[in-house]
């Protein structure tokens, strides 16, 4: 993995292409992200970690057999944790805000009803042969001092 691309003092920016990077390498650009800001509490870590790892996952899974680039941005705000990613799979499907939670049994579909779990906000469309995701978090607010 590249060193951290940070271009302002809340955004931090990493390119993940599949082969031969896997989502280890999102886990990577997180930890540096992480190295550089303690203010992210240990439970917004886990929540960021489990959201990029699903979208990741998700795009490399459902495009095994070609190259694809997605391009990661996230952004810590006093407010807000941002995550958007922009792809080069194939079109995720519409993501279903209520869909439930696979049995245990099952192998798949459990990513995207874990990401609105851990969300505020998730957006998705398709625009130019992209996936476009941008899921938000509130961030806790510290009791005043």
Known sequence: MKPLNRPSQTDYQAVIRSPPETVDDA?????????QRPDVS??????????LSELVTNVIQNNPHREIFCD??????PTQLII???DTGDEAPAPQPDADMPEHH???????PLI???ADE???RWQESRNLWRVTRA???????
């Open 116 to 118: 609105y779990l851990l």
């Open 42 to 51: 240990s439970a917004e870590r886990m929540a960021v970690e489990t959201i």
């Open 122 to 124: 998730v957006d998705h």
């Open 106 to 112: 099952a192998e798949h579909g459990r990513g995207l």
């Open 139 to 145: 961030r806790a607010v510290p009791p005043p001092q």
């Open 84 to 86: 958007e990613t922009s």
């Open 72 to 77: 990661v941005r996230v952004q810590v705000t």
């Open 27 to 35: 886990h990577d650009f997180l930890s540096g992200v992480w190295d």
